[in-house]
């Protein structure tokens, strides 16, 4: 089915362990993004790549690296794993043509503990 | 600054009433809006979006919304709700150049039977 594949779907990680989140799409979308999602406090953007080649920070960055691998492929690094990075993480994928942004599709997430 | 605001945090209705759920922006001209739904457990899932022309959209699931100018709203509606639309509402806008959405809050929406 067409759309966006994260993994894996839960981790347990200690603090100071490292991880990579992956993430792919098939719909040939040249945006990504990751999310990071909190109680009480929405989505949150911690880095995109608006096209192949590009990566940019979002609203919270520190302690996370990226990589866009291809046009498909959008990981997510976690260097040094700490308590406060405990969060649901979303991968998403959109079209930008032009001006403005046509919706994302979203992945179905990575629950991530740390103690 | 260039913002979402859903103003309601929780709401509950009763199963077959119903239902608004309030998105407001803050910009200088009309953006592109959407609306996500989360099930517990789940990934956000795209209901419905307004680009341009009719102000009145219709999405998934039942649900529609409508695009105020004047009020800077883009509030859903769904006449009867059903006790499996109890979940999270997102309320999203791109509003700048470039590609990222500026999502809500998030209302919950809690059925009660």
């Known amino acids: 089915n067409a759309g966006v594949t994260q993994t894996p779907k839960f981790q347990v990680l200690k603090t100071g362990q490292s991880m990579t989140l992956q993430c792919a799409q098939d719909?040939?979308?040249?945006?990504m993004y990751w999310y990071r999602q909190d109680p009480g406090m929405g989505l949150r953007l911690i880095y995109y790549?608006?096209?192949?080649?590009?990566?940019d920070k979002g609203e919270v960055p520190n302690g996370y690296n990226v990589s866009r691998l291809n046009k498909r492929e959008f990981s997510l690094r976690l260097e040094s794993a700490a308590p406060s990075q405990t969060s649901v993480y979303f991968c998403?994928?959109?079209?930008?043509?032009?001006?403005?942004?046509?919706?994302?599709?979203f992945g179905s997430g990575t629950r991530l503990t740390v103690v | 600054a260039q913002s979402v605001t859903q103003p309601d945090i929780h709401i509950t209705v009763s199963e077959g009433a119903s239902l608004e759920l309030r998105c407001n922006y803050s910009?200088?001209?009309?953006?592109?809006l959407f609306w996500y739904v989360q099930s517990p457990g789940q990934g956000l899932q795209l209901l419905l979006k307004?680009?341009?022309?009719?102000?009145l959209v219709q999405g998934i699931k039942g649900f529609e919304a409508e695009f105020k100018r004047s009020q800077s709203s883009f509030n859903l509606r769904k006449p009867s709700v059903h006790w499996s639309d109890a979940a999270e509402y997102f309320c999203?806008?791109?509003?700048?150049?470039?590609?990222?959405?500026?999502f809500g809050a998030g209302t919950i929406l809690r059925v009660k039977s």
């Open positions: 998403a994928s959109s079209v930008r043509t032009g001006d403005f942004n046509y919706g994302y599709t």
């Open positions: 719909m040939n979308h040249n945006s």
């Open positions: 790549s608006a096209s192949e080649g590009t990566t």
């Open positions: 910009y200088g001209a009309t953006p592109y």
């Open positions: 307004y680009f341009s022309g009719d102000t």
């Open positions: 999203a806008a791109n509003m700048e150049y470039g590609n990222k959405l500026v």
